[in-house]
């Protein structure tokens, strides 16, 4: 019985001096390479390099920004400069590896396996999360399945374990749904959590929940780059910046350890009170995916279709919302299906383009591509057009499956939805290029540029409109262009609303929509020689980035939010007919049902219908 005593006080000593025992790591966030040549990369050898002259550090975490676009080159470069690192390294994405990357994330697990992480030191239970947006622009997000597996593994941890939370973006209203993260984490003992994205190193306080901003490991207007050193005491946490050339340490920022008990607070939370100013709309059904959903939803035999980012394709009733079948894919999916009577076609971050039946879900056929397959199908007399990121834009049977044609003249991903006209396609790639194919052969009849040659403000979020022979796009550089169809030479350019990616064009073609940057909708007229606004219209969504189309039908224009709120106005009054708020996050561009009926679907994974009266 002593001996049986004995053992336990010195299990229970052992584990609570494990705990305590004292350890050194280091911190990087927002390396940003990129497959140019220069200094991101000689700043993180650099930075690697000197990682492995020290011999009293335990492990490396990296907090996102990894590369500057996300694509597969840039993610191997970085992979390979990590690969250098003699001890042990634990790395999440952020923003710029998911909101423009080509494979919706599925690159960034290839290369290294995972998007987030747990493991255990010392007593100590470090919790990684992945964070978007992903191959959209949005505010930060915390995708759908990482909150599932952090319920997961949470519900492992016992609540007196310490414990680090680490995430690209701060845990503030910088992501859309950081109280799903700050309202679990403190009701756990959450030490402390670490943070990029600001690239400057500051002390931080989320909810109560002591927080630290990681600097960036670029040199920016320095002679070199630097990162943190982390010092886990009995007492207190320690953070010293280091540079890598002089080898200078640089304390700046202490924490204090010990048993956290945190009060959960009157912190402000999103409001949904606008659903009950406006009563004349409701959601018929909410059906919340394992995962994100970034996609419109298609219609069709009674079904509502729709990827997640899981790569799981759901059909569910139109009329109850329950499940009424599934398809498993291998990666991501952020490609708008499109229907050709009871066939679906729909591509996949797993590189392929699936065919299912819209009945119940059995494969067709499936056509193997080189890269994932971001972007949204436009089908034409038993045709799809879709482009991927392998540089290829292609024409597909849908019958067979065989290519009819592939255009492979694209240095970037195509992630919109392509639209036919007057004989060509017209969609635009990350490349900078918006371009016009012939549509029965696929060949290039012009390719047109908005002036930069930066990719963020390349013309490719938006879906292109068309009308009397002029194509009207809006790109990230806040511009509305008028282009000649037939020659793909500029006509005109207007930038008076700032009107980012989301565009749409009124029923009878008179009109064309923007969704500007801050509360109000414009509407300019069609013409070719000049960009003239018509009217203007505040809504009071406040400051506004995603990409959401504007699509008229009935007589009204529907249009999502990045807070999670779709619109419904009227056009010719000039006035809100309707809003409602699904959740706090992006609204993906709507599919209109019926003269009341509308599908949405946010980027938190819920697919509804709401229906007006």
């Given at each position: 019985m002593k001996r049986l005593i004995l053992l336990a006080l010195f299990t229970c000593y052992f584990t609570v001096t494990n705990a305590q025992q004292p350890f050194r790591f280091a911190f990087l966030s927002d390396t940003h390479i990129s497959t140019d040549p220069g200094v991101p990369a000689d700043d993180l050898r650099r930075t690697i390099a000197d990682l492995n002259s020290q011999t009293d550090l335990d492990f490396v975490v990296i907090t996102g920004d990894i590369t500057e676009m996300g694509t597969a080159e840039e993610i191997k470069l970085a992979k390979s400069i990590f690969n250098d690192l003699k001890i042990p390294y634990h790395i999440v994405p952020g923003n710029h590896d998911s909101g423009w990357s080509e494979s919706g994330g599925v690159d960034f697990i290839r290369e290294f396996g995972y998007d987030k992480f747990v493991f255990d030191h010392k007593g100590y239970r470090f919790i990684g999360c992945a964070s978007g947006p992903y191959v959209r622009m949005s505010d930060g997000h915390i995708p759908r399945d990482a909150v599932v597996w952090l319920d997961s593994v949470l519900a492992k941890t016992p609540k007196e374990q310490p414990l680090v939370f680490l995430n690209h973006y701060p845990l503030t209203n910088e992501l859309d749904n950081w109280y799903e993260i700050t309202d679990r984490l403190k009701k756990y003992n959450t030490q402390f959590v670490l943070a990029g994205h600001h690239h400057n190193n500051k002390a931080a306080d989320f909810e109560g929940l002591p927080a630290t901003h990681g600097r960036s490991n670029l040199r920016?207007?320095?002679?070199?780059?630097?990162?943190?050193?982390?010092?886990?005491?009995?007492?207190?946490?320690?953070?010293?910046?280091?540079?890598?050339?002089?080898?200078?340490?640089?304390?700046?920022?202490?924490?204090?350890?010990?048993?956290?008990?945190?009060?959960?607070?009157?912190?402000?939370?999103?409001?949904?009170?606008?659903?009950?100013?406006?009563?004349?709309?409701?959601?018929?059904w909410v059906y919340h995916s394992s995962a994100n959903v970034v996609s419109t939803p298609a219609y069709a035999h009674g079904l509502v279709i729709f990827g997640n980012s899981l790569g799981k394709i759901e059909a569910v009733s139109v009329k109850s919302g329950k499940p009424v079948w599934s398809y498993q894919t291998g990666g991501g999916i952020y490609s708008s299906a499109a229907v050709d009577g009871k066939t679906?076609?729909?591509?996949?971050?797993?590189?392929?383009?699936?065919?299912?039946?819209?009945?119940?879900?059995?494969?067709?056929?499936?056509?193997?591509?080189?890269?994932?397959?971001?972007?949204?199908?436009?089908?034409?007399?038993?045709?799809?057009?879709?482009?991927?990121?392998?540089?290829?834009?292609?024409?597909?049977?849908?019958?067979?499956?065989?290519?009819?044609?592939?255009?492979?003249?694209?240095?970037?991903?195509?992630?919109?939805?392509?639209?036919?006209?007057?004989?060509?396609?017209?969609?635009?790639?990350?490349?900078?290029?918006?371009?016009?194919?012939?549509?029965?052969?696929?060949?290039?009849?012009?390719?047109?540029?908005?002036?930069?040659?930066?990719?963020?403000?390349?013309?490719?979020?938006?879906?292109?409109?068309?009308?009397?022979?002029?194509?009207?796009?809006?790109?990230?550089?806040?511009?509305?262009?008028?282009?000649?169809?037939?020659?793909?030479?500029?006509?005109?350019?207007?930038?008076?609303?700032?009107?980012?990616?989301?565009?749409?064009?009124?029923?009878?073609?008179?009109?064309?929509?923007?969704?500007?940057?801050?509360?109000?909708?414009?509407?300019?007229?069609?013409?070719?020689?000049?960009?003239?606004?018509a009217w203007r219209l505040n809504c009071g969504f406040g400051y506004e980035h995603v990409p959401s189309m504007l699509i008229e039908n009935n007589g009204s224009i529907y249009f999502g939010t990045k807070s999670g709120v779709t619109y419904s106005i009227d056009p010719s009054l000039q006035k809100i007919n309707w809003a409602y708020k699904l959740d706090n996050s992006m609204i993906n561009t709507v599919n209109v049902i019926g003269k009341n009926r509308v599908i949405v679907a946010s980027m938190d994974g819920k697919v509804s219908v709401l229906r007006s009266f």
């Open positions: 920016a207007k320095a002679e070199t780059g630097a990162y943190n050193l982390v010092t886990v005491r009995t007492d207190s946490v320690l953070f010293a910046e280091r540079n890598p050339l002089t080898k200078a340490i640089r304390p700046w920022r202490k924490i204090a350890l010990g048993k956290r008990s945190f009060v959960q607070g009157n912190y402000p939370r999103p409001s949904f009170e606008i659903n009950e100013k406006y009563r004349n709309v409701k959601a018929e679906l076609v729909i591509g996949s971050g797993d590189g392929s383009i699936y065919s299912l039946n819209v009945k119940n879900g059995k494969l067709n056929w499936a056509l193997k591509t080189g890269a994932s397959v971001l972007g949204a199908v436009t089908i034409e007399n038993h045709i799809a057009y879709v482009g991927g990121s392998d540089r290829h834009f292609r024409a597909i049977d849908v019958r067979t499956g065989k290519e009819i044609w592939s255009f492979g003249g694209l240095t970037g991903s195509v992630v919109s939805k392509p639209l036919i006209y007057e004989g060509k396609v017209i969609f635009g790639s990350w490349d900078t290029h918006l371009y016009s194919l012939d549509k029965a052969t696929g060949s290039l009849l012009w390719k047109w540029n908005n002036g930069s040659a930066v990719r963020h403000l390349s013309p490719a979020m938006c879906n292109p409109v068309a009308y009397d022979g002029v194509v009207y796009v809006v790109a990230p550089d806040k511009f509305l262009s008028a282009i000649d169809a037939a020659t793909g030479k500029t006509l005109w350019r207007n930038n008076e609303a700032t009107i980012r990616e989301s565009i749409g064009i009124s029923a009878d073609n008179k009109l064309i929509y923007g969704k500007t940057m801050n509360d109000e909708i414009v509407a300019f007229k069609t013409n070719k020689t000049k960009g003239e606004l």
